[in-house]
């Protein structure tokens, strides 16, 4: 099965902060993904990252940059943390390449509940 | 502009069918699909349908795509209190099939 692994659940950080969510997955996707979640507004991306050193803005980058180093590895750092970035953060990771297994399909970590005072 | 529609809360007694419904934006989207989100867990997908098929039905699950008013159901058959989550239609745009579009969610309650 694949897997997706988010490094915290939870965290609590100040206003000012600079905060890192990682992510890992180990199915050997070339794209990966980080969205916000908000009640009312559903899955808003953030970033993706189609390939090692490659990355994309998505609806809502502002605030936010990432990194993506090593195929298996996509982290979210939000520079200096504001209140307006109090949410959930979702890692999402696929296939890619158009091949015949690709319909797709994201796969979700669990989520990483960011709250900041 | 891009919006994915659905419905925000949807409440139906145990044993009853749930139909939760989804306006998506793009008639040549490649594929659409229902995630299903239960309480503090990530999203995991329920089930898709390619364009090109009017209907699939897995077990419980009943998905219709009405692509001349690009509309999206999901039907859920004899509803139960673990179904009770959140559900998310998202579509695939024909221009970017990589990044999908997800609509607001539908929460989903079962009472007995």
């Known amino acids: 099965d694949v897997k997706v692994t988010q490094s915290s659940r939870y965290l609590v950080k100040r206003t000012g902060e600079k905060v890192f969510l990682e992510c890992v997955q180990d199915m050997d996707h070339e794209n990966m993904f980080w969205y916000r979640q908000d009640p009312g507004l559903g899955l808003r991306l953030i970033y993706f990252s189609y390939d090692v050193k490659m990355k994309e803005k998505g609806d809502i980058p502002e605030g936010y940059s990432v990194s993506r180093e090593k195929k298996e590895r996509f982290s979210l750092i939000l520079e200096s943390a504001s209140t307006n970035q109090t949410s959930m953060y979702l890692c999402?990771?696929?296939f890619g390449s158009g091949g015949a297994q690709d319909t797709g399909e994201l796969f979700f970590g669990e989520g990483s509940r960011l709250t900041v005072l | 502009g891009e919006d994915v529609e659905q419905s925000l809360f949807l409440s139906v007694r145990e044993g009853d069918s749930s139909v939760i419904n989804c306006t998506y934006t793009d008639s040549s989207s490649t594929y659409l699909y229902w995630y299903k989100q239960e309480p503090g867990a990530g999203l995991q997908l329920l089930t898709y349908i390619f364009s090109n098929m009017d209907m699939k039905q897995d077990q419980r699950l009943t998905v219709l795509l009405n692509k001349k008013d690009k509309h999206l159901s999901l039907r859920i058959a004899d509803t139960q209190t673990g179904d009770s989550a959140i559900y998310f239609c998202a579509e695939s745009p024909p221009y970017n099939t990589d990044k999908l579009i997800f609509g607001t969610g539908t929460r989903l309650q079962v009472f007995p």
């Open positions: 999402a990771s696929s």
